[in-house]
């Protein structure tokens, strides 16, 4: 991947910076430039959401995506966020085993992979279980 | 508007063709439809051709005008039409419109693939470009992965087992053994399927469908002039199509493809049928949980009953719906912008009574449901006999 590429989205992959439409007040991840509910009277800004949300759905990727082959098995996930929308993510530190719908996470800071052995890191963010 | 009737259909072999090139492929599949359209290549007005990604598979881009060139069709308009695995119903979509508006008589609509001239690990990556690059590739997410996300939702919320998964592939690859054209001849059974190696669970390498090289072809024609063609034209009389989130997580349902539904409401409209009309359809199976959830988006069954319709046997030729006939994606392959129009085949061949050994006896109207990526494309069309 082209380096401004990765560079432009920081804010959201480290951050969780999506966006709150003023004028309906929902909040959306990714950011969105048009609002999809209020289209041309919608007034987008950015919006910090709050890392915990919980698991809607889980698969454990025995066969990588490119680039993600160190990492098998991997949970992949969507979850809810508790500011509304939802997101695909990897679930972390765990056994694959334990992940369950409806279980509580916390998105967490974490390198995703990198340009070959000389090029740049890629990092972003994915779920971490909330052990009660 | 005027109605449009399919008057030839061609199609290839399907599966690793590596003794035949991209060229080869299509033009043997429009010399078959010319041939079974009894037309001169000389009358065709214009083409569409679905294609995925040429430039990915290949390095070859500009593909309407090469195929253009090749069939000795220049300089008659030709159009490639993309909406990833959905491409070849695009094209059929698009040719449609245009014999309908009246600005062109005789259109072909084109779908191919060559999938097998890069390596496999090359191929999966190309696919996983109809998902969202920026927020579910680039965190791991594969096709696989996906579909395996919705069916574990469909598991969690409706009871569906992976045993029901497993009896989609196993009805799709006994179809596909009736299926002269299909890549596999090759029974499974369910316990092959639950024992075969993990892709993404719950979805294993047996739910999965196929890298595929194929091409197919139709040719249509104003109803009012099919007839001087052939004796048995076979009308389109709905054809709908529907957009949807690119990305699963935008969606408010993992379990339904909106997209399918909004497609499917302006197809049965426009043909004036509803689900309880339709004798037999090709869905889009690149999962064996996609036909589950096909079948349902589709009004066959209730939300949620996928499983147990096809537990029940309904979906097999002889049941109350027979669903893939052609053996699916599953069975037959899945060149991706190849299996709109295969689709189309299928249910032309069907209606005309010529399917041999897999008809579905009466067949008097056809669906054809054709997906792209994780369902921001759906196109549904419904096929009539003519008489």
Partial sequence: ?132 | MRDVAVIGVGITKFGELWDVSFREMIIEAGARAIEDAKIDGKQLDAMYVGNMSSGQFIRQEHTGALIADHAGLVPIPSTRVEGACASGGLALRQAVITVASGIHDFVVAAGIEKMTDVLSGVAMGALATAADQEWEVYVGATFPGLYALMARRHMYEFGTTEEQMAMVAVKNHQNACFNPCAQYHMKVTVDAVLNSPPVTLPLKLLDCSPITDGAACVILAPAEKARKFNDTPILITGTGQASDSISLHSRPSLTSLRATTEAAKAAYKMAGVGPDDIDLAEVHDCFTIAELMAIEDLGFCKKGEGGKVTQEGETAIGGRIPINTSGGLKGKGHPVGATGIAQAVEIVQQLRGEAGKRQVDGAEIGLAHNVGGSGGTAVVHVFKRGD
Avoid at chain 1, 50 to 65: D, F, L, M, N
């Fill in chain 1, 1 to 132: 991947m082209a380096v401004p590429r990765f560079w432009r989205e920081i804010p959201s992959r480290y951050n969780l910076i999506g966006s709150r439409c003023g004028n309906c007040n929902k909040v959306m991840f990714p950011p969105r430039h048009i609002c999809p509910h209020c289209r041309r009277i919608g007034k987008l800004e950015p919006y910090k959401l709050k890392p915990r949300g919980k698991v809607v759905s889980y698969a454990i990727t025995h066969v990588a995506a490119n680039g993600f082959e160190d990492q098998v098995p991997y949970v992949l996930a969507i979850v809810e966020l508790e500011d509304g929308p939802r997101l695909t993510t990897q679930i972390t530190d765990c056994d694959p085993a334990e992940v369950k719908i409806g279980d509580e996470v916390e998105i967490v800071f974490r390198r995703m992979g990198e340009e070959g052995e000389d090029g740049v890191l890629y990092y972003g963010y994915k779920g971490k279980l909330v052990k009660p």
